[in-house]
Nanobody
Framework: QVQLVESGGGLVQAGGSLRLSCAAS?????????????MGWYRQTPGNERELVAR???????NYADSVKGRFAISRDNAKNTVYLQMNSLKPEDTAVYYC???????????????WGQGTQVTVSS
């Protein structure tokens, strides 16, 4: 019903940059009665819980984890149902699997439903 496809992960040296992209698609969008209310990025390292990195909602407002403020920027193309994460001044501690999510509500649903991408590895070498 909903697919989130991430791209842009990889290996980079400390101080470098990467840009992640995540496109939402699927049959839920074909009837034009579904809205993507928020999109975001989380990350997870082995043995740890998934943590919020950045989130953007329909009105353009954003929130960031303290650890990435001033270095990462989230943006969104509503027409393409795509969210981006520009990551600058990367640090080894940013190494993680990054997951995209989307909170979607279809006409008639009482609440948003959250969908997840498959994750993309980001590795920052020192």
């Amino acid at each position: 019903q909903v697919q989130l496809v991430e791209s842009g992960g990889g290996l980079v040296q400390a101080g470098g940059s990467l840009r992640l992209s995540c496109a939402a698609s699927g049959s839920i969008f074909m009837m034009n009665n579904a809205m993507t209310n928020a999109m975001g990025w989380y990350r997870q390292t082995p043995g740890n819980e998934r943590e919020l990195v950045a989130r953007i909602i329909n009105d353009g407002s954003t929130n960031y984890a303290d650890s990435v403020k001033g270095r990462f920027a989230i943006s969104r193309d509503n027409a393409k149902n795509t969210v981006y994460l520009q990551m600058n001044s990367l640090k080894p501690e940013d190494t993680a699997v990054y997951y995209c999510n989307a909170d979607i509500r279809r006409l008639g649903w009482p609440n948003d439903r959250r969908y997840w991408g498959q994750g993309t590895q980001v590795t920052v070498s020192s």
